[in-house]
């Protein structure tokens, strides 16, 4: 009997075998003629049709270009990397320089986000460096601001609705483990912070006010023995204190970090963070689990992700915890134009453990009304990844659109969801269906035409 398939290559996870480009095959309701740009969707799709790990995939990114109301094309294509170039083969044998000992960051799978940043699209994951595509999803390479970014990138960096700038982070196995960044919006890197960590742990995300960043140092640590062994690299660590931390923004070198003690978890994605108006407090949303990996890689039986809130007495040093929900979710979002502050809505989807559940369902939480939640359910048989906010212009917190990429399991094909952000339980205000399967990936975003630059597919 063959062993079953892990749940990160089975059901909609399962790697697609072609890069295509094609026109949609149908479009149901009408396309918001104010929508015109692409989304975008990356996630894992190794080439030899198996890894070890979904971290592990070569990074795919597929799109779909919107122009006026009209469906244009949609297309897919792997971001070509050293790992591109030599599929199968180890990313540590890669990167490692046997002489020197250092790592070269050009190594790596850029298979989990795309964002814009002063006109460029980056594809990102965290052990490496950004990779620069074009709009058309030609790989440009890798980008390091000038040679001002010396350590791999997080996945998850913040755009900030006011200044423009990008805050982002990086952390390394070896000292200095964190350094903090803080880049113009003309992507100058005019701050670089090292923040001071007892050791290596996974910080897949962190978190932005109008004036801190806070980042989270909790207990899924680095294990060099166990890596070097040929093992996992990450596993769980009761001895080690799970903490956010709190920095002004601007702080220089010498500025202290400030610690709050919160209770063992691991929180794999923030939602938002915001200062209250006396800057006595900073809350933050996101959600957690209670423990990952406490068994091995394969231990996914620490608890499944609900959506979460934390609050930061910045006099007392206290913190409040609390649940917001009991329905497992993940992929939190807000509008853009909220990052950082003050918010009334957030937005994550369903999350299962099954590779193939009934359906999936997209929750919007009106967090000043308790975490009241709103919900989308897709048809029986399909399922969807992060849905993303586009804002109608002009318009209120919550006013705009819902976007995500949907899998119809029964017709073995995708198509792009346009979904009502005010009235989620609508039927979806348009579907752009492809004749192909899009896999569920990881994150992505809507980059207005003006922000992508052009819709040509050739570019």
Request: hydrophobic share 40%.
């Amino acid at each position: 009997m063959s062993e079953a398939v892990p749940l990160h290559l089975a059901g909609n996870n399962a790697p697609v075998p072609e890069e295509v480009t094609l026109e949609p095959s149908k479009v149901v309701g009408e396309i918001p003629a104010e929508l015109s740009g692409q989304f975008f969707r990356n996630g894992p799709n190794p080439r030899t049709g198996w890894s070890p790990h979904s971290f592990a995939g070569d990074g795919m990114i597929h799109t779909i270009a919107l122009d006026g109301g009209r469906a244009c094309w949609y297309r897919n294509r792997y971001v070509r990397t050293p790992l591109y170039e030599h599929p199968g083969e180890s990313r540590f044998a890669l990167a490692f320089d046997q002489e020197t000992g250092r790592i070269d960051y050009r190594v790596t799978t850029a298979n989990t986000h795309l964002i814009t940043h002063a006109g460029r699209l980056f594809a990102l994951e965290e052990g490496g460096f950004p990779y620069e595509v074009t709009p058309g999803l030609a790989t440009i390479g890798a980008h390091t601001f000038d040679g001002a970014l010396q350590s791999p990138m997080t996945a998850h960096p913040k755009t900030c609705p006011i200044t423009g700038e990008l805050l982002f982070f990086g952390y390394r196995l070896r000292p200095p483990y964190l350094t903090c960044y803080r880049a113009s919006a003309a992507a100058e890197v005019v701050q670089t912070r090292v923040v001071d960590v007892p050791r290596a742990t996974m910080m897949h995300d962190f978190a932005i006010t109008r004036n801190h960043v806070i980042f989270m140092d909790l207990p899924v640590v680095f294990d060099a023995a166990q890596a070097a062994a040929g093992g996992p690299p990450w596993r769980w660590d009761d001895a080690h204190r799970a903490r956010f931390g709190v920095l002004a923004r601007t702080a220089g070198d010498d500025a202290p970090v400030r610690w709050f003690d919160v209770a063992p978890c691991y929180v794999w994605h923030t939602m938002n963070a915001f200062e209250d108006p006396e800057g006595d407090t900073i809350t933050v949303t996101g959600t957690r689990v209670p423990t990952l990996w406490r068994g091995g890689a394969d231990d996914l039986e620490g608890g499944l992700p609900v959506v979460y809130r934390w609050t930061l007495d910045l006099r007392s040093g206290a913190v409040a915890e609390e649940p917001l929900d009991d329905a497992p979710s993940e992929y939190p979002r807000v509008a853009d134009s909220i990052l950082g502050l003050p918010h009334r809505y957030g937005y994550t989807t369903s999350f299962s453990l099954d590779a193939e559940p009934d359906r999936s369902q997209i929750y919007a939480y009106d967090l000043t009304s308790g975490g009241v939640r709103a919900a989308h359910r897709l048809p029986a048989g399909h399922t969807c990844g992060e849905a993303v906010f586009v804002p109608r212009a002009g318009t209120g917190e919550n006013e705009g659109y819902l976007m995500t990429f949907a899998h119809d399991r029964g017709a073995g094909t995708s198509y792009l969801a346009i979904l009502d952000a005010a009235d989620l339980a609508a039927p979806p205000i348009a579907e752009v269906h492809v004749p192909v399967r899009i896999p569920a990936g990881f994150h992505g975003n809507w980059i207005p035409v003006r922000a992508s630059g052009h819709q040509r597919a050739d570019r």
